[in-house]
């Protein structure tokens, strides 16, 4: 009798994943010219982007602002091991030089399907004088970049700055370069 109880658990627990697997799909968005996949919670709602914006993608969850934007560029060193580490240090230094108050939280490179990707977390002084987070991820490929960008106040919920990191960190190439 035991045993068949166990038996019907292990079977129910084996079962549960397929059924909440049918259940609504989280929205995402892929880009087959631009070979980049991006899926995001459905609190994030299609927005119009700022005036002078070129975003592929625009959300807003009160505010939290992201975005998915690419722009034409020659990657190869981000592909070259010897030469990584001095092509994510002038991305950096470039966003530094361009950010007002930055405060780097977190840098981290690493390959994702042998695409070279660059996460970066800083905080900042908004024109309006704002303390924000922003978080980043560069998506390199040979020639192009993708990169998924969300902002938050420095003073929103815990929530909502898992929801930007979890936006940025969804950001993947669809197939090996």
Known sequence: MKARAVCCLALAALLLPATSATAEAEPSHTDRERRFSLSYQDSLRPAKPPEGSEAIVYLQNGPLRASVSTFESANRSAYRRDQSKAFF?????????????YKRQIRKHQRIDR?????LSFRRTSA?????????????????????TAIVPAS????????????????????KP
């Open 89 to 101: 240090d002038s991305i950096e230094t470039g966003i530094a030089a361009s950010t007002t108050s």
């Open 115 to 119: 695409a070279p990707t660059l996460d």
């Open 128 to 148: 309006s004088g704002a303390r924000e987070i922003v978080w980043m991820r560069f998506l390199f490929r040979y020639r192009f970049t993708v990169v998924a």
């Open 156 to 175: 929103a919920k815990r929530s909502q700055m898992r929801e930007a990191k979890n936006f940025t960190e969804s950001l993947v190439p669809l197939e």
